[in-house]
């Protein structure tokens, strides 16, 4: 993301082969956003080592909110 100083790794997948493929080789520790109860993109962000979900910038959620949003099918 660049809405913050540091570096973030966005994985997102477009469609439910990419989404089956992001659910098969994500990390335990990523974070996954998704539409409840529609179809939408799977985006998932890669914590850094030690992080928690409360330490992730408020920049980066919006950012991850806002690309789930905008591959959505009814986003």
Not at 29 to 49: G, I, M, N, P, T
Not at 52 to 70: G, R
Request: glycine share 6%.
């Amino acid at each position: 993301s660049s809405a913050v100083p540091s570096v973030y790794t966005i994985y997102m997948g477009k469609d439910k082969y990419e989404n089956e493929d992001l659910i098969k080789y994500g990390w335990p520790e990523d974070v996954w956003f998704h539409v409840d109860k529609l179809s939408s993109a799977h985006v998932y962000l890669r914590l850094h080592k030690g992080q928690t979900v409360d330490d992730i910038p408020k920049e980066v959620l919006i950012d991850c909110a806002h690309l789930v949003k905008a591959n959505s099918i009814q986003g």
